[in-house]
Every structure is written in structure tokens, then in C-alpha cells.
């Protein structure tokens, strides 16, 4: 059964690992370089109540994370954030992305966001279809904005609005 809790420095080194294997093998990140376990920790240390990231595990393996990163340093923007979700490679299709992007979700809305905003790489339609199904919409598609893997690839973006 899967366990979703608040991130601690102690699962960095999953956390690091999860995003790893997303940066060397996958288009659901722009990232090129791997990140270190101390990368890791100063990232984690940089959320806060506002911007949380929290872990989801199996009988204390941590299969998978989710973050609220700050979308702007500019205060404008101290309300919105961009959500992100990966799962190991070995747990997905499971349900377990679905849990943690609906815990994610109503983690910023108690933490007074408004506004959540979603990049979603091209061909990643599973992510779009589990943002649409937790109230995202499409707002619009950036045109070969990064290149991975050789290729240039568009951006989904996706955003949630909390009513207030």
C-alpha cells in the first residue's frame, strides 16, 4: 500500500535517484545533467509550507515524489507554483503518479495557492490525462522550446485554479 508523506532530507537520495533515471532516459524533464545527493538536500531545502514536496512509499521504499517549486522569485507570483510528479520506473502504471499529483494538488490548495502550473512534454499524454482529471486545463502549447534526445520537442501547459 502506498504512504504519502511529507519529504526529509533522508529521502534525497531516492528522490535523486527517481530523477535520475528521468533526466537520462525520459523527455518528462528538460534537465541534461544528473543531480547529487547534496543537489538534492539544498532543493529540498529551498520548499517550504507554500511549496511542499512529498514522497510516496511502499513499506518504506520511496517510489515516488512530488513537488510545488516556486513558478517566480518576483512576489507577484508568490501564489502560483508548477507541480511535479515522477514515479521509479519499476512502480509506474500503478496508480501511484494519480495519488501522489491528487495529494500534491490539495497540498497547495491548503497552503493558499492559487494557481498551480503544469509543463508537460509532447508525447506525454498520460500526465496530460491525469491533470485533466484533477481540474488542470490547457492553457496553451510552446512550440519547440527544448531539445532532448536530438530533438525539439513542445510544452504542454496546464494550469489549476483554486477559487477563492
Known amino acids: 500500500m502506498l ?8 529521502d534525497m537520495s531516492a528522490v535523486a ?29 529551498q520548499h517550504s509550507s507554500m511549496n511542499p514536496v512529498i514522497v510516496g512509499e511502499i513499506e518504506g521504499v520511496v517510489v515516488g515524489w512530488a513537488s510545488l517549486s516556486k513558478w517566480s522569485e518576483r512576489s507577484a507570483y508568490d501564489t502560483t507554483a508548477e507541480v511535479s510528479v515522477y514515479v521509479h520506473k519499476d ?19 491548503k ?12 508525447g ?12 488542470y486545463e490547457h492553457i496553451g502549447v510552446l512550440k519547440e522550446v527544448g531539445m532532448k534526445f536530438g530533438q525539439f520537442l513542445d510544452v504542454h501547459m496546464m494550469q489549476k485554479v483554486f477559487a477563492k
Request: glycine residues 6%; without cysteine.
Open 17 to 45: 535517484d527517481i530523477y535520475n533515471d528521468a533526466i537520462l532516459n525520459t523527455t518528462a524533464t528538460f534537465d541534461t545533467e544528473t543531480k547529487s545527493l547534496e543537489n538534492r538536500i539544498q532543493w529540498l531545502n
Open 91 to 109: 512502480f509506474r502504471d500503478r496508480g501511484f503518479g494519480r495519488k501522489l499529483l491528487e495529494v500534491i494538488t490539495l497540498e497547495g490548495e
Open 124 to 135: 506525454n499524454e498520460k500526465s496530460i490525462h491525469l491533470h485533466e482529471l484533477f481540474g
Open 111 to 122: 497552503a493558499g495557492l492559487h494557481t498551480i502550473l503544469s509543463r508537460i512534454t509532447q
Open 3 to 10: 504512504t504519502i508523506r511529507q519529504a526529509i532530507e533522508n
